[in-house]
């Protein structure tokens, strides 16, 4: 599976999002190398911390649009959920290195991450109601918690991008540098993480996100079955066939 590459070294597992011609677009086939990947890390204790990167230019358009229409992951095994209920239970320090746009779990899956380093030229982006859908990864939950109510109604509703900055300021992201130094801050956070007391970074992980653990747990569920079933109707059918076509979605009879 060369879309998603693997590499572990020094206690630190890089999942790198490796598809840049399609946006780095994630097909069930690179959800399942990461749900399976994110096991492994989490069962080898020669694995102390995982690192998601995309590209300078990418970090990741979202769920590929061609499989929403072709296989859409409409039951709670589908690889997409799997790989959300591995990385939002993963008890290791989780870190991202962002730049461009995140696009969907791009963005959501970030929630679920302990440390991000973000490219100036990130853009992040929920855009689920302009295709049809809802919200995914909690993040109906997690996005108002972080963002209060307001921002993430113009995020979730109105699905309009924010920047850097703002996530900086929410809390989204704990530091903006230049795009070209962004995986390689990752990757020094990661290796200072790796040196430090496994169960304490674990115990700390664990108690910073208990107060939403259940919570989230729950809401991925609600979710997963609304966007399942919203997935099927004809208002993403339209939207997903709009962007296959290249043209702009026409939702006046949905
Ligand atoms: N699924 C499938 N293919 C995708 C994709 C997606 N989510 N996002 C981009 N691509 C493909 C495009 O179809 C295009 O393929 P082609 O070269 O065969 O025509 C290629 O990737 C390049 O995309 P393009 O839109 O030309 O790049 P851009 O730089 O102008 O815009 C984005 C980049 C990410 C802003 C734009 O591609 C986009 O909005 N993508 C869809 C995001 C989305 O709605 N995701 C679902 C979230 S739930």
Do not use: W
Request: net charge neutral; charged share 20%.
């Amino acid at each position: 599976m060369t879309d998603i590459l693997i590499d572990t070294s020094a206690s630190v597992m890089t999942l790198t999002l490796n598809r840049v011609d399609k946006k780095n677009s994630l097909t069930g086939a690179m959800y399942t190398a990461l749900a399976d990947a994110l096991a492994l890390a989490q069962a080898d204790d020669a694995v102390r911390v995982v690192v998601f990167q995309g590209h300078e230019t990418i970090f990741s358009a979202g769920n590929d649009i061609a499989d929403f229409l072709g296989a859409p992951p409409d039951t709670l095994d589908a690889p997409v959920f799997r790989f959300l209920r591995g990385i939002s239970t993963f008890t290791k320090p989780v870190l991202a290195a962002v730049c461009g746009p995140a696009v969907g779990i791009g963005t959501t899956m970030l929630f679920h991450c302990d440390l991000v380093y973000a490219g100036d030229n990130a853009a992040f982006s929920m855009p689920f109601v302009n295709l049809g859908l809802c919200p995914e990864a909690a993040s109906s939950y997690l996005a108002p918690q972080l963002m209060g109510y307001g921002r993430a109604a113009e995020a979730l509703l109105l699905g309009e991008p924010f920047l850097a900055e703002a996530a900086l300021e929410m809390g989204l992201i704990s530091r903006i540098v230049p795009p070209a130094e962004a995986a390689a801050l990752a990757q020094r956070q990661a290796q200072k993480l790796a040196t430090k007391p496994m169960a304490s970074l674990i115990e700390t992980k664990r108690l910073m996100r208990k107060g939403q653990a259940s919570i989230v747990a729950e809401r991925m569920v609600e979710e997963g079955r609304s966007f399942g079933r919203m997935l099927r109707e004809p208002a993403a059918r339209e939207a997903f066939t709009a962007f296959m076509e290249k043209r702009k979605p026409d939702f006046s009879k949905v």
